[in-house]
């Protein structure tokens, strides 16, 4: 019983992860169309920013955060006004583009800063565990899935509550004719990437006490994320949401009666057939086109 | 057949070139010699510069740089100097046996020094032994590999093994958890492990692989709970044994009573767990940064001098440096007009040699007698030597399969 509570907490620690890179995929994504392959390089700089001001300010991980955000969605606002916005109407190019812009961002970090792997410490209020009987549950892991959940609800709010999100769904519905209501059509799709640029980045900084900062880090991470904006279904950030939760279960579940290689296979091959029948994924955005 | 003969006939056409005076055969053989007359002995650096790799190969870079530049500043080899072709294969296996090719076919270097993966250097394999040349090849590896034209610098599972294994049970119980990536290092590593307990009266409890680049251990963090053995097996590598090592400290587990045990972690992956988390834990190699000895704290020294005093240096950048000067005894050996890349080879068995771990010795089969070392690491970072092998232990590839030796003749087989 209790193993089978400790992988269920598991399953959802790899959501709260997997969640947090995917939502500021599936909100480029869903917004403007645009696969953005450098998503995992924004996770990656997340990091390095956070490693900066650890090193270099003494800052903690909790008080970069803010910084770090703000940071990376510069760099992605700097991105879209100098690269993506040229290549809305030719959406196959974006994927190329964007994938350049990976690796020349990777490289750069590689030369700039050095290949080698950084060390950034956890924040110290935060290690230990909480543990009922053989229930363990890292704290560390429980404030990164409560700070997910916690970004997730903004997000909602953002696009559902606020003028701004009026205006990109207005914008996602139909540039043209908002354009006509004198939204600037420009101005929104280059902070909804900064915006998910700005997620990206906090997602780094939040794994990387986990695992290993390295320039090629956020590789791995972008696979995973884009698994699950597919199966949520494009656009929807409810759909990622309920992905994200999905397929880390899955995942958790494969692992604990297998192991982690097959675990992978198994969620691989179960997304494979998913999308067969159901090519729009759990939750697709109702537009009317 | 008809392509045969079309192929024949081509042959011919070549042939009567050839006969016929035309230059470009004189070229062919005229450069063969062309560094011999040129005074300088072209040598070639293969290691990724950039791409995934380049975390580890660019200290292997650094450190075969180093030694050569260190043989150049003290005059060279025989009175001539090393003149260094450097290549970036950037992290990709194709790459690398494409420029292993230019580097032995364009550059006519004698030697070249290279990889850390063993993709990497299987790649290169074909290439070497089809140009004669010879490969210098620093990393530990799984073994069962018995080329003419590599020389294999790092240790193979039994000098890893052999004596950490049984110290391990000693010390802490027969119950082990082998955990490792996903290839073939991990599970020949892990064969040998097994074999050792076999013999020991230990047993396996677990034995799981995770795919190259993991990095969420979670649910082998709840199996560990559950199973309770008494060491973590590992050879995980790069991101993944950072990871690792990073969630099992934050699990809680205590090194005293369930160490991780590793033939991987070196001082570059301990930077990146940071001390606190690897303290307590155990490694098995030949070469820490920290260990005592005159050689070792020239190398250290020249090291920091030369790239930076927050560098480190590890089992693989030491081979990495001490090769060159394998090279360098093989080369003094030769008469400088009759220099072959066999020739090389054949002079550098029974080399010895003082590196900074101790005095190697090549042996026949092109591997590396080693001094392996058992240590523990501290939270500053560097390791704590534990037990130090009575003495130098000798390479056998083949370890783990009866029947098969590597010897001066290649690959014997009953």
Redesign the interface.
């Known amino acids: 019983m209790e193993?089978i509570i400790?992988?269920i907490?598991?399953g959802a620690?790899?959501a709260s992860?997997l969640l947090m890179v995917a939502l500021g995929l599936a909100i480029i994504y869903g917004a403007m169309g645009v696969i953005n392959l450098a998503h995992g390089e924004f996770v990656m700089l997340g990091a390095y920013v956070t490693w900066a001001l650890q090193s270099f300010l003494g800052m903690g991980l909790l008080a970069a955060l803010p910084i770090v955000f703000v940071t990376i969605a510069a760099i992605g606002w700097g991105v879209e006004r100098s690269i993506v916005q040229r290549l809305y109407r030719r959406p196959l190019d974006t994927i190329l583009a964007t994938w350049g812009i990976g690796i020349v961002l990777q490289?750069l970090v590689?030369m700039g800063i050095?290949?080698?792997?950084?060390?950034i410490?956890?924040p110290g209020i935060l290690?230990?565990?909480t543990s009922f009987g053989?229930v363990?549950l890292?704290n560390?892991?429980i404030f990164v899935l409560v700070f997910a959940i916690g970004v997730f609800v903004a997000t909602w709010a953002l696009l559902a509550k606020t003028e701004f999100g009026r205006k990109l769904r207005a914008v996602i519905q139909n540039r043209e004719i908002s354009e006509c209501y004198g939204i600037r059509a420009e101005k929104v799709y280059a902070l909804t990437f900064a915006y998910g640029a700005g997620l990206a980045g906090l997602a780094g900084a939040l794994i990387s006490?986990?695992?290993?900062?390295?320039p090629?880090?956020g590789?791995?991470l972008v696979v995973d994320a884009f698994l699950v904006v597919v199966v949520g279904g494009v656009g929807s950030i409810f759909g990622t949401a309920v992905a994200s939760g999905i397929v880390g279960e899955t995942t958790?579940f494969f692992?604990?009666l297998l192991?982690?290689?097959v675990?992978?296979i198994g969620v691989l091959v179960a997304i494979i057939f998913f999308i067969r029948f159901r090519p729009q994924g759990l939750l697709p955005q109702i537009v009317r086109r | 057949m008809k392509r045969r003969s079309f192929l024949t006939r081509l042959g011919a056409a070549s042939t009567l070139g050839a006969i016929g005076g035309l230059s470009a055969p004189a070229i062919l053989t005229g450069t063969g010699r062309a560094w011999a007359q040129s005074g300088e002995i072209p040598v070639g650096l293969l290691f990724s510069?950039?791409?995934?790799v380049?975390?580890v190969e660019?200290?292997l870079h650094d450190a075969a740089q180093l030694a050569i530049e260190e043989i150049n500043a003290a005059g060279g080899i025989n009175d001539r100097l090393l003149k260094v072709h450097v290549e970036d294969p950037a992290s990709d296996p194709a790459t690398y046996a494409d420029r292993a090719r230019r580097l032995f076919i364009r550059d006519n270097c004698v030697s070249v020094f290279g990889s850390y993966t063993s993709a990497s250097r299987q790649a290169v394999l074909p290439v070497v032994e089809q140009r004669k040349g010879l490969y210098w090849y620093p990393t530990l590896y799984e073994g069962r590999e018995c080329s003419r034209n590599i020389m294999y610098g790092g240790a193979v599972p039994n000098q890893q093994q052999q004596e950490f294994v049984p110290w391990l049970v000693k010390n802490f119980g027969g119950k082990f958890y082998l955990l490792g990536n996903?290839y073939v290092y991990p599970k020949e590593e892990n064969n040998v492990c097994k074999m050792l307990l076999g013999q020991l009266g230990g047993e396996v409890l677990h034995e799981?692989?995770?795919?190259l680049?993991?990095?969420?251990f979670?649910?082998?963090?709840?199996?560990i709970?559950?199973t309770g053995p008494s060491v973590i097996f590992s050879t995980l590598v790069?991101?993944s044994?950072?990871?690792f090592a990073?969630?099992y400290h934050?699990?809680?587990f205590d090194p005293e009573k369930m160490p991780v045990a590793s033939l991987t972690r070196s001082e570059?992956?301990v930077?990146?767990?940071?001390g606190e988390a690897a303290a307590g834990h155990l490694s098995s190699a030949p070469y820490y940064m920290g260990y005592q000895s005159p050689e070792n704290e020239r190398f250290v020294e020249a090291y920091k001098a030369r790239y930076g005093a927050d560098q480190v240096t590890h089992f693989v950048s030491e081979a990495a440096y001490f090769q060159v000067y394998q090279f360098k005894a093989a080369l003094e050996k030769l008469d400088p007009a009759a220099v072959t890349a066999e020739a090389i080879r054949d002079a550098a068995v029974g080399v010895t040699l003082k590196a900074p771990q101790g005095e190697i010795l090549v042996d026949p089969n092109l591997h590396t007698h080693l001094w392996p070392k058992i240590a523990r690491w501290k939270s500053d970072g560097q390791a704590e030597i534990l037990v130090q092998s009575a003495e130098r232990i000798a390479p056998e590839p083949y370890w783990a399969y009866p029947g098969e030796t590597c010897t001066g003749e290649g690959l014997v087989r009953g």
Do not use: C, K, W
């Not at chain 2, 510069?49 to 995934?52: R, Y």
């Not at chain 2, 799981?208 to 795919?211: L, Q």
């Not at chain 2, 680049?213 to 969420?216: I, L, N, R």
């Open positions: 193993t400790n992988q907490f598991a620690s790899l992860i490289q590689r050095g290949p080698e792997s950084r060390f410490a956890g290690s230990g565990n053989n363990v890292s560390y892991r006490p986990l695992v290993n900062t390295t090629s880090m590789t791995y958790a692992s604990m192991n982690d290689t675990g992978r | 510069l950039t791409g995934e380049a975390v660019r200290t996903n799981e692989y995770v795919p680049g993991h990095s969420d979670s649910s082998v963090i709840n199996r709970r559950a790069g991101d044994d950072v990871a990073r969630q934050a699990a809680g570059v992956e930077a990146a767990i940071g």
